[in-house]
């Protein structure tokens, strides 16, 4: 049954001020409508020719339902178009998330028509909660104000998300970027934390951290070198900043922040030392940094962090935030309630940032990604959020599009999921190797942050080379990907001229790795020998036991090697997966992929050595 609103005839047009630009049909829609609590499911509007008059005049919602009646046939003589809003109680029915059908109902008035046609559109809404409803109204096709948001998104997690406020342990990098050093300038300096200029009781000062792109050598930005330091110590102008780092400068002030750290300029670059001991100290400046703006449409430091205020552009979505007036129904009060009117159905949306912007192909930026509390990325559509608790969009800043549950990342129960956008190790490691890094020796040290901070869950485990003694022996079992996004590939370096990893561990090839093909998947995939890791050995090329390695080995107990040779391959050897097969006495018996197709030759020369883990598939290594 339809719940009837203020009728036609009974309603003088022209807009009610106190509704926020509707009409007198639509602002009397009762608030409950919205609510699931209410047994009001259907809404009866008012001609089709009356919502082309009020849109007209500026009634939003007018307008957003007329986009979605556009007749598929003119009516007949005589017909009397109707139109009526259904709310879909049952997500199930159409998507994920709430919608509204827009029934558009032709009624027959002539004696001889004997039906009633229906057709129906659907838009999507979703209620506004506190504190994002006490902000200004958004009309349809207007901007948003991206300073307000953030301002939002900060408080609203400072104030209400238990895990990301939890207390950590007071941290201050070895420098910062002073953004108030100087009262007439927007100049800012390098200052070094170890002074005892900073902390209040031991209390440091919070700090931004920036995640960008490097680009290119000749778009590289600015950096602090031993002929520089003592110079940026002193000052660095702006102007000399690129797009990028002034837009952070900004930001941070807008936002009330004084200090700010930037890799390039925190770290000494040409000092092996300098740079050794502070890529160690990564994890620590990106968990205790108060928050982390990602530059992530940005190839390089000239782009800039953009901030989209035109997201109903960008996204080709329009909305218009509408406020209803509450009202008592039956035994229930419902109170006034503010809704996102979308111009199509909102349907979840991934934005763990996989593979679609630069910064999501960069090796570094994964590990400040993760480890980060709270991050304020700058996309090519829209701001992004992620913190703990909460991912959202400036499109719906208080909706948690992502709909798995993050982690807790320094306190969580569950050992198997490690950190809010992967899961486990193997996840990692999959966007991991996906990802590109510009020099090949930086490959482990680029993880170290994360490999740190995931001891916690493995407090017993040795890690050498991106592998840990407690997933072994079946995260032996990988092989590369051609279907996963490739890391960029200098086909000018030989394989193996540097030595990064040992043959066993998937950080020794230059290409994205998966496992999903490899892990037992049922009961009857099981180990074929009782392997057991008596030993990993790893020596470290800079003391850090998680970075560049020297040497890495592993000693199995229980192993049968076999020695087989390597078969011929009937096409390109520059494919990523190359197949071939595995022989015995001149006999089939399995296939092989190769981990490095530019060393296929040589493998076919000699036999080679397998070793069998698992029985589930087609992956070995040699």
Known sequence: MDTPVSSPSQAPLGLDPASGNLCKICSSIPASFWSNESESKRIKLQPLDSVRCEAMRGCQLCAMVLLHCIPDRPPGPGDIEILRLKRNY??????????????????????????????????????????????????MGEHVDNFVLMETWLDNCRDNHVQCSSHLKCYLPTRLLDLKAFSDSDDIRLVETAQGVFGIDGQGPQYVTLSHCWGQPSRHPIT?????????????????????????????????????????????????????????????????????????????????????????????????????????????????????????????????????????????????????????????????????????TSQQPWENVARTPWSNHWGQEDAKRIFRNNGSWN??????????????????????????????????????????SALLPSSLVWKNTPYAPQPERDLSQPVGCEYIAPSWSWASVRSAVTFDDCEPSSADDRLTQPLKVEKMIGIPKHQDPYGALEYGALILSGALLLEVNIGS??????????????????????MINIDEPETYDSHRKFPSLFLPVTTSTCCTHT
């Open 90 to 139: 049952d997500p199930s029915e159409v998507s994920d998330s709430p919608s509204v059908f827009i029934f558009r109902q032709v009624s027959h008035l002539h004696a001889s028509s004997s039906m009633d046609r229906d057709e129906w559109r659907y838009i999507g809404y979703s209620l506004v909660p506190f504190p994002w409803s006490k902000l200004n109204r958004v009309g």
């Open 224 to 392: 602090t070198t031993k002929a520089t330091l003592s110079e940026h110590m002193t000052r660095i102008p702006f102007e000399k900043l690129s797009r990028t780092f002034q837009d952070a400068v900004k930001i941070c002030l807008s936002l009330r922040q004084r200090y700010l750290w930037i890799d390039s300029l925190c770290i000494v670059q040409d000092d092996g030392e300098d740079w050794a001991r502070e890529a160690a100290l990564m994890a620590l400046v990106y968990t205790h940094c108060y928050f982390t703006l990602a530059a992530r449409s940005s190839h390089d430091s000239t782009g800039g962090c953009k901030m989209v205020a035109d997201i109903q552009r960008s996204t080709e979505l329009r909305f218009v935030d509408i406020d209803f007036f509450g009202r008592r129904e039956d035994k229930l009060t419902f109170p006034d309630q503010r809704v996102r009117i979308f111009d199509g159905l909102i349907y979840d949306r991934d934005i763990a940032g996989l593979g679609h912007e630069p910064l999501d192909r960069r090796a570094w930026t994964l590990q400040e990604r993760e480890l980060s509390r709270r991050v304020i990325s700058f996309s090519s559509h829209w701001l992004l959020w992620h913190c703990t608790e909460l991912t959202a």
């Open 427 to 468: 996840d990692i490691v999959e966007d991991y190797s996906s990802r590109s890094v510009s020099k090949e020796g930086d490959k482990l040290v680029a993880l170290s942050g994360l490999a740190r901070a995931t001891q916690e869950f493995y407090p017993d485990a040795t890690y050498v080379g991106g592998m840990w």
């Open 569 to 590: 391959f009937m096409g390109s050897v520059d494919c990523l997966e190359l197949e071939v097969d595995m022989t015995k006495n001149g006999e089939v018996v399995g």
